[in-house]
Each structure stands twice: as C-alpha cells, then as structure tokens.
C-alpha cells in the first residue's frame, strides 16, 4: 500500500481522512509487512489461513488455501470485514497471486486459481482530475478455472463453471461455463454444464 493510494483513499471516502495518518497508518504498515512478507512465506496453509482470517477479518473455508507468496493488497481490518473478503470451501489460490481486497472480494466453492493470478479490485480513475482510487468488488463464483497470469480487473464477475484462459485479462463479466481468452478477454468456447459436478481435494496443512 503506497502513500498514493492512502491519499487517494481518504479522497474518496473522507471519514477514512483521519485514519491515514499517525498510528493507525503505522498500524496497517506493520500488519501489510507482516502479511506479505512474513506470514506468506510460513509453509503452511492452517497458519495463513488463521492469519487472514483472526487478523484481516477475512472469511476462508477451512477446507480452503492460499499458496505461499500471495500478496493481499488491503486498506486494513476494518476495511476488509466491511467490504468484504471471502473464499469458499475447497477453493484454492496459486502461488505467488495476488488479491487485491480493497474494494471486496467473493470467491467461491471450488475455484481454482493458478500461480501469478492478479485480481483487482481497485484502481486509479484517469479521467478524475484529482486522480482518485476507485473501489468495485470482484466476484468469481463456484467451479472457476483461473489460469496460469491472468489478470481480473475491477468490477468483474466470473460466473459458474467459467474458465479463464492463461495470460487473459478479464475487463467485463464472464458468463457461467464461458471459456474466455485473450486481451481483452473474449468467449472463445464454452464448458459442459453436466461437467461441473467435482469437489476439488482442498488444502493440507502443511508444506505448501
């Protein structure tokens, strides 16, 4: 989290003015250094998982995991429980990801997320003379494939079943078993619906 984006965030919701600075703002600094440099580097899935559910006010499925080296861009605690971050039972979030919760994010049951995947939820407005951040939640809902460096942009819902292609980057929504590719992504096929039907082996608790 950069001084930009704490700036601009007390731009766009002034009653956070006052949390952007002095203690509180040390208070987050710490917490997103420990985050992502020392709890996603701990090779188990059980302590992750606890920190960004105890600590960030998270909801993670215990039966779900967050790969070692995943950045979780948060504005902090309070801001994560009211906008939201949540990942289904069995989903899993591949190496080195990112997910930015900052304007809230859903996943669902069974979603699998590849290694290096970036889902945004916020993002500087171009066209907004103070250059503003703005917040629109992501959505990616049950049985999601997410491949290996594709990129989710704000505002997006992946609907059920849908696949998203490696190296896609996903600007509108996807419709349920859509399978999308390409920059910007399009609809290249689609997925049987009667395919969708398996439970994913969810995550140990250790080594990974």
Not at 64 to 85: E, I, K, M, N, S
Not at 92 to 109: A, P
Not at 175 to 200: D, H, M, N, T
Request: proline share 7%.
């Amino acid at each position: 989290m950069t001084v930009v984006d704490e700036q601009a965030r007390a731009a766009a919701r002034p009653e956070e003015a006052a949390a952007s600075s002095g203690p509180r703002l040390f208070a987050v600094r710490s917490l997103n250094y420990l985050t992502n440099h020392v709890v996603c580097h701990v090779p188990s899935f059980a302590l992750r998982r606890s920190w960004y559910r105890r600590v960030l006010g998270a909801e993670i499925a215990r039966s779900a995991g967050v790969h070692l080296r995943c950045y979780v861009w948060f504005y902090g605690p309070r801001q994560t429980r009211r906008d939201g971050f949540h990942i289904g039972a069995r989903s899993l979030v591949g190496r080195s990801s990112c997910l930015d919760v900052r304007g809230g994010l859903t996943i669902g049951e069974d979603v699998s997320i590849s290694p290096e995947v970036a889902i945004i939820t916020a993002a500087h407005d171009v066209e907004d003379p103070g250059f503003r951040v703005v917040d629109r939640p992501v959505v990616i809902e049950d049985h999601v494939y997410i491949g290996m460096r594709a990129t989710i942009l704000p505002g997006v819902t992946v609907g059920r079943g849908a696949v998203v292609a490696a190296g896609a980057v996903v600007t509108r929504d996807v419709p349920p078993f859509a399978i999308v590719a390409g920059v910007p992504a399009r609809q290249i096929g689609s997925r049987p619906e009667e395919a969708i039907v398996y439970e994913l082996p969810g995550a140990p608790a250790l080594f990974e």
